[in-house]
Structures are given as structure tokens and as C-alpha cells.
């Protein structure tokens, strides 16, 4: 069935540092893409999405670009802030799947000044 | 606030008790999926609402947790006879379909259930 692969966390960086998390994806068909983030104590937010091969989601100073030959979708910022700080999640939908989503195990991010 | 309000946040009880939560979506959101995330992993499906209609069920929802959606609102999810794997964060989300052609969900802040 469809999956999802994250980079393992936690991932721990210094203001201003580039950031890079890793998601491949294996599924049937042309899946939607996302980036979920979910900050300490707040529920799960879609930060940015992409719906078709070659597409770039930014939001946020965040970026992510579908990659359907590497079946990849790294999300990337080039400069990280304390306030990034949360866990996120690469997650995809099937076009025939009743449109749930699945979900990486996540990233956790940490921030140091 | 994603506007999808979730109930009660926190549950504790007892091994064997009976459990709801309650999941009230964005108004006008026809669709409402209920997740399971435990920690350190992401959320994992469990079922979906067409609006009254469930259309699909994982094989995590054992034979003990029961949903439904009665007029197409809002969604109870019970477990029966809990157990302590039943321990986990229980994700409620919605969304309007037929939109575009993708699938953004709202998710509301969760119920974390621990059964002792």
C-alpha cells in the first residue's frame, strides 16, 4: 500500500541555519502532496501542499517541490527561527483513497538561538 | 484554530471502561475523518463521513470502536471495553469535497485518551 518515509529526528539547528527534511513516498496513481506541522501543544496545521509532479508548495519561507522520478517531497528553509520549532509531518493522498491521508512518523525540529 | 473543536481534550479511565469523544467540524465541511496518533509516530486513518454515510473503515478500527455521524455534523468515535494500546491521541479532521484536486484537511486539536 501507499507509505510514507521521513529523515528521522530529532533534528537540531542554529537560528538562521539551513533546514532540510527528507520524505519519499511510495503510492499508486498521482498523490497529492503535504507538509503538516504541528507546534508545541497546538493541533496538526497544513503548512504547504502540491497536487501534481514538478508543483512547488512554499508558505511560511518553507518549500517543498513534488519530485515524481525521485517519488521525493523535501521540505526546505533557508533560514530557520526559533518559532519553527515543531514537529512535522510529509503525508500524501491517493487520488482514489476517499482522500485520507497518510502520514511520515514525523520530524521533530529544534531551534536553538 | 482551525475551527474543528474536539471533546473532551483529555480522557483517563480504566481499563475495560467504555469511552466517546466527540469531534464538531467546520460547518460546512461535508467530510470528517477520524485519526489515531500515537506517540512518536504520525497519524494513522481510522475512518471516514461522507456526511451521514461512513464510507470507509481501516483495519485498525477493531470490532470494539464504533463511529458515526448521525446528520451529518458532528461525530461521536466510541470504544468499548477499552484497553491501554487504545492509549494514543485521537485526531479529528474535516474538509468540503468536491473542491479542488487535492484534499486539505482541518484538524482539530485531539482528545488523548490513557487507559490505565
Known amino acids: 500500500g501507499d507509505s510514507v518515509t521521513q529523515m528521522e529526528g530529532p533534528v537540531t539547528l542554529s537560528e538562521e541555519a539551513f533546514l532540510t527534511i527528507n520524505c519519499t513516498y511510495t503510492a499508486t496513481g498521482y498523490p497529492s502532496l503535504f507538509w503538516y506541522v504541528q507546534y508545541p501543544g497546538e493541533g496538526l496545521q497544513l503548512l504547504l501542499k502540491?497536487?501534481?509532479?514538478?508543483d512547488k508548495g512554499s508558505n511560511k519561507g518553507f518549500e517543498a517541490t513534488y519530485r515524481k522520478e525521485t517519488t521525493s517531497f523535501h521540505l526546505e528553509k533557508g533560514s530557520v527561527q526559533v518559532s519553527d520549532s515543531a514537529v512535522y509531518f510529509c503525508a500524501l493522498s491517493g487520488g482514489n483513497q476517499g482522500g485520507k491521508l497518510i502520514f511520515g512518523q514525523g520530524t521533530e525540529l529544534s531551534v536553538k538561538p | 484554530d482551525t475551527g474543528v473543536s474536539q471533546n473532551p481534550r483529555h480522557k483517563i479511565t480504566k481499563r475495560g471502561q467504555n469511552v466517546t469523544f466527540r469531534c464538531d467540524p467546520i460547518?460546512?465541511?461535508?467530510?470528517l475523518y477520524w485519526y489515531r496518533q500515537t506517540l512518536g509516530q504520525g497519524p494513522e486513518f481510522l475512518t471516514y463521513f461522507q456526511n451521514e454515510a461512513q464510507l470507509e473503515k481501516s483495519r485498525l478500527l477493531s470490532d470494539r470502536f464504533s463511529a458515526e455521524r448521525p446528520k451529518g455534523s458532528f461525530s461521536t468515535l466510541e470504544i468499548q471495553r477499552t484497553e491501554q494500546g487504545d492509549s494514543a491521541m485521537y485526531l479529528c479532521?474535516?474538509?468540503?469535497?468536491?473542491?479542488?484536486?487535492?484534499?486539505?484537511?482541518?484538524f482539530g486539536p485531539g482528545t488523548r485518551l490513557t487507559v490505565l
Open positions: 479532521a474535516s474538509t468540503r469535497l468536491p473542491t479542488a484536486t487535492y484534499n486539505e484537511q482541518f
Open positions: 460547518s460546512e465541511h461535508n467530510r
Open positions: 502540491a497536487t501534481k509532479a514538478d
